[in-house]
Protein backbone atom coordinates (compact mmCIF):
# COMPACT_ATOMS: atom_id res chain seq x y z
CA UNK A 1 0.00 0.00 0.00
CA UNK A 2 1.34 3.23 -0.83
CA UNK A 3 2.20 5.88 1.78
CA UNK A 4 -0.92 8.39 0.80
CA UNK A 5 -3.34 5.55 1.37
CA UNK A 6 -1.56 4.53 4.35
CA UNK A 7 -2.12 7.58 5.45
CA UNK A 8 -5.75 8.06 4.88
CA UNK A 9 -6.33 4.60 6.36
CA UNK A 10 -4.75 6.01 9.34
CA UNK A 11 -7.12 9.48 9.37
CA UNK A 12 -9.78 6.92 9.27
CA UNK A 13 -9.13 5.15 12.25
CA UNK A 14 -8.73 8.36 14.47
CA UNK A 15 -11.74 10.68 12.90
CA UNK A 16 -14.40 8.14 11.55
CA UNK A 17 -16.95 10.76 12.37
CA UNK A 18 -15.06 13.50 9.51
CA UNK A 19 -13.82 10.66 7.56
CA UNK A 20 -15.75 8.66 6.27
CA UNK A 21 -13.35 6.53 3.85
CA UNK A 22 -10.76 3.77 4.03
CA UNK A 23 -8.92 5.62 1.15
CA UNK A 24 -9.12 8.25 -1.58
CA UNK A 25 -11.46 8.41 -3.72
CA UNK A 26 -11.04 6.07 -7.23
CA UNK A 27 -10.74 8.48 -10.73
CA UNK A 28 -13.94 5.77 -11.89
CA UNK A 29 -16.11 7.25 -8.58
CA UNK A 30 -14.80 10.73 -9.70
CA UNK A 31 -16.03 10.67 -13.57
CA UNK A 32 -19.24 9.14 -12.49
CA UNK A 33 -19.68 11.91 -9.61
CA UNK A 34 -18.93 14.60 -12.17
CA UNK A 35 -20.00 13.50 -15.67
CA UNK A 36 -23.19 15.60 -15.10
CA UNK A 37 -22.11 19.01 -14.33
CA UNK A 38 -22.13 21.44 -17.13
CA UNK A 39 -18.54 23.06 -15.68
CA UNK A 40 -18.96 25.74 -18.66
CA UNK A 41 -22.19 27.14 -17.27
CA UNK A 42 -21.40 26.48 -13.19
CA UNK A 43 -20.01 29.81 -11.98
CA UNK A 44 -20.46 28.72 -8.14
CA UNK A 45 -19.04 25.25 -7.55
CA UNK A 46 -18.96 24.21 -3.90
CA UNK A 47 -17.51 20.60 -2.52
CA UNK A 48 -18.28 19.54 0.85
CA UNK A 49 -16.09 16.48 2.46
CA UNK A 50 -12.92 16.85 -0.03
CA UNK A 51 -10.59 14.72 1.69
CA UNK A 52 -7.44 14.55 -0.21
CA UNK A 53 -9.13 16.24 -3.08
CA UNK A 54 -9.47 13.59 -5.50
CA UNK A 55 -12.88 15.65 -6.95
CA UNK A 56 -11.51 19.10 -6.38
CA UNK A 57 -8.53 18.76 -8.62
CA UNK A 58 -10.94 17.46 -11.61
CA UNK A 59 -13.27 20.34 -10.33
CA UNK A 60 -10.43 22.68 -10.85
CA UNK A 61 -9.42 21.18 -14.45
CA UNK A 62 -12.58 21.31 -15.82
CA UNK A 63 -14.43 24.52 -13.87
CA UNK A 64 -14.29 27.32 -16.31
CA UNK A 65 -11.82 30.42 -16.03
CA UNK A 66 -14.55 32.78 -14.08
CA UNK A 67 -15.90 30.08 -11.78
CA UNK A 68 -15.62 30.25 -7.74
CA UNK A 69 -15.05 26.90 -5.98
CA UNK A 70 -15.45 26.95 -1.75
CA UNK A 71 -14.55 23.86 -0.75
CA UNK A 72 -15.60 22.73 3.01
CA UNK A 73 -13.67 20.31 4.87
CA UNK A 74 -13.82 19.83 8.52
CA UNK A 75 -10.66 17.44 9.35
CA UNK A 76 -7.73 19.48 10.25
CA UNK A 77 -5.27 17.56 8.52
CA UNK A 78 -7.38 17.66 5.21
CA UNK A 79 -7.99 21.23 5.50
CA UNK A 80 -4.47 22.26 5.86
CA UNK A 81 -2.98 19.65 2.97
CA UNK A 82 -5.81 21.23 0.56
CA UNK A 83 -4.71 25.15 1.81
CA UNK A 84 -1.41 24.88 1.10
CA UNK A 85 -2.20 23.04 -2.29
CA UNK A 86 -4.54 25.86 -3.61
CA UNK A 87 -3.59 29.06 -1.72
CA UNK A 88 -2.47 30.40 -4.99
CA UNK A 89 -5.70 30.42 -6.62
CA UNK A 90 -8.22 32.86 -5.96
CA UNK A 91 -11.22 31.20 -7.58
CA UNK A 92 -10.74 28.76 -4.56
CA UNK A 93 -11.75 29.04 -1.00
CA UNK A 94 -10.71 26.02 1.56
CA UNK A 95 -13.10 26.57 4.69
CA UNK A 96 -12.77 24.54 8.19
CA UNK A 97 -16.63 25.15 8.72
CA UNK A 98 -19.90 22.96 8.66
CA UNK A 99 -20.96 22.50 5.31
CA UNK A 100 -24.20 23.24 7.03
CA UNK A 101 -23.19 26.80 6.75
CA UNK A 102 -22.54 27.04 3.16
CA UNK A 103 -25.04 29.94 2.36
CA UNK A 104 -23.30 32.12 5.22
CA UNK A 105 -19.94 31.77 3.33
CA UNK A 106 -21.84 32.06 -0.45
CA UNK A 107 -23.45 35.11 0.89
CA UNK A 108 -20.25 36.65 2.65
CA UNK A 109 -18.69 36.56 -0.99
CA UNK A 110 -21.60 38.39 -2.73
CA UNK A 111 -23.28 34.96 -4.00
CA UNK A 112 -26.80 34.60 -4.07
CA UNK A 113 -26.75 30.72 -5.13
CA UNK A 114 -24.42 27.59 -6.40
CA UNK A 115 -24.70 25.87 -9.15
CA UNK A 116 -23.65 22.24 -8.05
CA UNK A 117 -22.49 21.00 -5.16
CA UNK A 118 -21.08 18.16 -4.87
CA UNK A 119 -20.40 16.18 -1.35
CA UNK A 120 -18.57 12.97 0.09
CA UNK A 121 -19.54 13.74 3.41
CA UNK A 122 -20.08 10.34 4.79
CA UNK A 123 -24.13 11.51 5.29
CA UNK A 124 -24.94 7.84 7.10
CA UNK A 125 -22.20 8.18 10.05
CA UNK A 126 -23.68 11.50 11.26
CA UNK A 127 -26.43 11.90 13.54
CA UNK A 128 -30.01 12.25 11.47
CA UNK A 129 -30.51 15.79 12.94
CA UNK A 130 -26.73 16.99 11.49
CA UNK A 131 -27.29 15.50 7.75
CA UNK A 132 -30.77 16.78 7.38
CA UNK A 133 -29.52 20.25 8.39
CA UNK A 134 -26.65 19.81 5.99
CA UNK A 135 -29.18 18.67 2.95
CA UNK A 136 -31.60 21.33 3.82
CA UNK A 137 -28.45 23.53 3.90
CA UNK A 138 -27.55 22.30 0.32
CA UNK A 139 -30.64 22.88 -0.97
CA UNK A 140 -31.34 26.38 0.37
CA UNK A 141 -28.45 27.22 -1.12
CA UNK A 142 -28.61 25.71 -4.82
CA UNK A 143 -30.24 27.87 -7.81
CA UNK A 144 -33.69 26.29 -9.10
CA UNK A 145 -32.93 23.54 -10.68
CA UNK A 146 -29.23 23.03 -8.86
CA UNK A 147 -28.01 20.29 -8.76
CA UNK A 148 -26.63 18.09 -5.41
CA UNK A 149 -23.97 15.42 -6.16
CA UNK A 150 -23.72 13.41 -3.40
CA UNK A 151 -21.90 9.58 -3.32
CA UNK A 152 -22.38 7.21 -0.58
CA UNK A 153 -21.51 3.10 -0.16
CA UNK A 154 -24.96 2.07 0.49
CA UNK A 155 -28.46 3.03 -0.39
CA UNK A 156 -29.69 4.16 2.78
CA UNK A 157 -29.15 7.95 2.02
CA UNK A 158 -31.65 7.68 -0.23
CA UNK A 159 -34.35 7.92 1.99
CA UNK A 160 -32.83 11.29 3.82
CA UNK A 161 -32.64 12.77 0.04
CA UNK A 162 -35.90 12.39 -0.93
CA UNK A 163 -37.35 14.71 1.87
CA UNK A 164 -34.92 17.13 0.65
CA UNK A 165 -35.09 16.41 -3.31
CA UNK A 166 -37.34 15.62 -5.76
CA UNK A 167 -35.75 14.57 -8.83
CA UNK A 168 -32.89 11.27 -7.92
CA UNK A 169 -31.09 9.19 -10.04
CA UNK A 170 -28.43 6.49 -8.91
CA UNK A 171 -25.82 5.20 -10.62
CA UNK A 172 -23.60 2.00 -9.30
CA UNK A 173 -19.64 2.24 -9.82
CA UNK A 174 -18.03 -1.04 -8.50
CA UNK A 175 -14.53 0.62 -9.53
CA UNK A 176 -13.86 1.98 -6.12
CA UNK A 177 -13.28 0.66 -2.88
CA UNK A 178 -15.21 -0.03 -1.30
CA UNK A 179 -17.67 0.34 -4.03
CA UNK A 180 -20.46 3.58 -4.62
CA UNK A 181 -23.45 4.84 -5.61
CA UNK A 182 -23.92 7.85 -6.85
CA UNK A 183 -26.96 10.30 -6.14
CA UNK A 184 -27.21 13.03 -8.44
CA UNK A 185 -30.28 15.23 -7.37
CA UNK A 186 -32.09 18.12 -8.33
CA UNK A 187 -33.40 20.98 -6.31
CA UNK A 188 -37.21 21.23 -6.28
Request: some cysteine; aromatic content about 12%; hydrophobic content about 40%.
Amino acid sequence: MDKKKNNFLKEFFKERKTVGAIRPSSKSLANKMLKNVDFKESNVIVEFGPGTGVFTRRIIEEMNPNASLYVFELHEPFFVKLQKEYEDDDRIQIINDSAADVRKYLKADGKDFADVIISSLPLTNFDQKLTMRILKSAEIALKPEGQYIQFQYSLNARKLLVKIFNSISIQFTANNLPPAFVYTCKKK
